[in-house]
């Protein structure tokens, strides 16, 4: 390994952290300001990106053993569960439901199911850019 290397794989673990949180701030942000799933998703996918450039193919498999191909699939059923909630409940089709919850060392929170919503678009297209990241490079099994 060369010396630049080491460089850039310790700045690109910070880096990629950051990238990740802010993702998060991005995905819980949305519902109220612009952000959401598809950009949280965006910049989660970056992330990763980011990984794929810097480290070898070998250590990403050990650090991310799975299947996006998966990770699409999971999100599109979140995603069609939380339409479909409403009308077990006999309220209409996309009825939003929300509650407040507090929890004791952080405060109080908002959540509906917009963010239930949200996280399976993030998580749908962090599978299809990954999924077309790996299949342009060629790793995909």
Do not use: C, W
């Amino acid at each position: 390994m060369r010396e630049n290397d080491v460089l850039l794989e310790t700045i690109s673990k910070v880096v990629i952290v950051i990238i990740l949180t802010f993702g998060f701030y991005i995905f819980f942000n949305g519902h109220n300001e612009p952000g959401g799933g598809f950009i949280g998703g965006l910049v989660f996918a970056s992330g990763f990106i980011l990984m794929f450039l810097t480290f070898d193919a070998e250590r990403i498999k050990e650090a991310l053993p799975f299947n996006f191909n998966l990770l699409v699939i999971f999100g599109s059923l979140i995603s069609i569960t939380t339409l479909f909630i409403p009308l077990f409940y006999g309220d209409d089709f996309l009825t939003q439901y929300d509650g407040h919850f507090n929890v004791s060392l952080l405060g109080d929170f908002h959540l509906s199911t917009v963010t239930l919503f949200e996280f399976g678009i993030l998580l749908t297209v962090l599978g299809v850019v990954m999924t077309i990241l790996l299949t342009i490079s060629g790793d995909v099994d």
